[in-house]
């Protein structure tokens, strides 16, 4: 009987053994379920703040360009009647421009998005309208240049100047006025 007792004992255990499993088991998946709900409230709360903040900033933004269309024209004859400094426009080069260079032997490409910036409508519709001309010159410019040196920030930065004083050479030869005041990299890829 002694035996028997003993089997009792052994299947109690074994009842208990799988009781605290399947109970171990039921907490791991509440611990899941909770992770789970906690991401989704977060990426809801965080999705929520995100669409606030940019209905806002479009509303902002609406209202200030109303401003601005009703005041342009009075705040413009103030400017030029007192001299003072007009807003930056800006104008994208697009498509971005692409060289190729052949360093040791090896093929090796330039990416750069340009944007220039001009002070007024004007400079920038100097700009759309000799844009081939812009163009053109800014492809040469890139593909006279030495790769290696286009690597180092003080090269792009006299890249950037020798694409500046270019434009300023067209538009001014053009226009009679240099027109745009500085030339930015929008996006700058060297493979």
């Given at each position: 009987?002694?035996?028997?007792?003993?089997?009792?004992?052994?299947?109690?255990?074994?009842?208990?053994?799988?009781?605290?499993?399947?109970?171990?088991?039921a907490r791991?998946?509440?611990?899941?379920?909770?992770?789970?709900?906690?991401?989704?409230?977060?990426?809801?709360?965080?999705?929520?703040?995100?669409f606030a903040?940019?209905?806002?900033?479009?509303?902002?933004?609406?209202?200030?360009?109303?401003?601005?269309?009703?005041?342009?024209?009075?705040?413009?004859?103030?400017?030029?009647?007192?001299?003072?400094?007009?807003?930056?426009?800006?104008?994208?080069?697009?498509?971005?421009?692409?060289?190729?260079?052949?360093?040791?032997?090896?093929?090796?490409?330039?990416?750069?998005?340009?944007?220039?910036?001009?002070?007024?409508?004007?400079?920038?519709?100097?700009?759309?309208?000799?844009m081939p001309?812009?163009?053109?010159?800014?492809?040469?410019?890139?593909?006279?240049?030495?790769?290696?040196?286009?690597?180092?920030?003080?090269?792009?930065?006299?890249?950037?100047?020798?694409?500046?004083?270019?434009?300023?050479?067209?538009?001014?030869?053009?226009?009679?006025?240099?027109?745009?005041?500085?030339?930015?990299?929008?996006?700058?890829?060297?493979?």
């Open positions: 009987m002694a035996k028997k007792g003993e089997e009792d004992d052994v299947t109690e255990s074994d009842e208990e053994v799988a009781a605290k499993a399947i109970e171990a088991a791991k998946k509440k611990m899941v379920m909770l992770g789970v709900i906690g991401l989704v409230l977060l990426l809801v709360a965080g999705g929520g703040t995100w903040l940019g209905m806002l900033s479009d509303k902002g933004e609406a209202s200030a360009e109303a401003k601005t269309d009703e005041h342009a024209p009075a705040e413009a004859e103030k400017e030029e009647a007192h001299g003072e400094h007009k807003a930056s426009e800006y104008l994208s080069l697009d498509p971005a421009f692409l060289a190729n260079y052949q360093v040791a032997g090896r093929a090796h490409y330039l990416q750069v998005s340009i944007a220039v910036m001009g002070r007024d409508e004007a400079a920038i519709s100097a700009v759309r309208t000799h001309l812009l163009r053109n010159r800014i492809v040469m410019l890139l593909s006279g240049e030495v790769f290696e040196q286009l690597q180092s920030d003080e090269g792009r930065v006299q890249l950037q100047q020798k694409i500046l004083t270019a434009i300023q050479e067209i538009l001014k030869k053009e226009t009679g006025k240099p027109q745009i005041e500085q030339v930015y990299f929008t996006a700058f890829v060297m493979q």
